[in-house]
């Protein structure tokens, strides 16, 4: 104690760096480890030539709330979710496993799509921005702004991606804006449904143009 003040010295040991020894995935079925994995920022030592594999805890939060649903969604499965994380640390060793338990839901295939209040542009052209392949074959469909996609496509076509949806109303607002309509407003709906006597998991879609 020196004129009224006190030094203080703190000793820190910061111990090692947690190195992620390896990710478990479980609930998975239709998406691999290796997906799912790979749409993290958090991976394990060695894995495509991450050597370090260090747990960064910001990194983790986003893979669990984050980087995986949008995985899922890119490949249709709109109702993933994770349903437990758990992170298994040996701090002797300085290692963690990570364990991650999902749930996949249905994957949708797409169903109709259809705009609405479209005015400036026709059916058709906005049909031009339609991100799964199939667009209007006759000017009777373009008028009634609906088509029936899912004939012809390769598996993986005929089911659902949300940041392809996503992307190709980002466009669609683009051109109004490019137009001058600065304020127009595309709303994205995405439809759940059952289809056919099957019952499949379908999502039917529509723009509605204001």
Do not use: C
């Amino acid at each position: 104690l020196i004129g009224g003040q006190i030094d203080l010295m703190f000793r820190v040991d910061e111990g090692r760096r947690l190195a992620v020894s390896g990710v478990d995935i479980q609930g998975n079925a239709g998406v691999s480890d290796q997906q799912v994995v790979g749409a993290m920022a958090t991976r394990p030592e060695g894995f495509l030539f991450t050597k370090k594999g260090e747990l960064d805890a910001d990194k983790y939060a986003a893979d669990v709330s984050q980087n995986i649903p949008t995985l899922y969604a890119q490949k249709g499965y709109l109702d993933a979710q994770v349903l437990k994380d758990t992170v298994k640390v040996d701090r002797d060793k300085g290692k963690a496993l990570v364990d991650i338990t999902v749930k996949e839901g249905p994957r949708y295939r797409i169903g109709t799509f259809e705009v609405t209040g479209s005015k400036h542009f026709s059916s058709e052209d906005l049909a031009r921005f339609y991100p799964f392949g199939a667009q209007p074959k006759s000017l009777t469909s373009a008028v009634k702004g609906l088509v029936q996609i899912g004939k012809g496509n390769s598996d993986d076509a005929l089911y659902f991606d949300q940041s392809r949806w996503d992307e190709a109303t980002r466009s669609v607002g683009e051109a109004y804006a490019n137009e001058g309509y600065i304020y127009a407003n595309v709303r994205p709906v995405v439809e759940r449904v059952k289809a056919g006597p099957d019952s499949v998991p379908t999502v039917n879609l529509r723009w509605e143009v204001d």
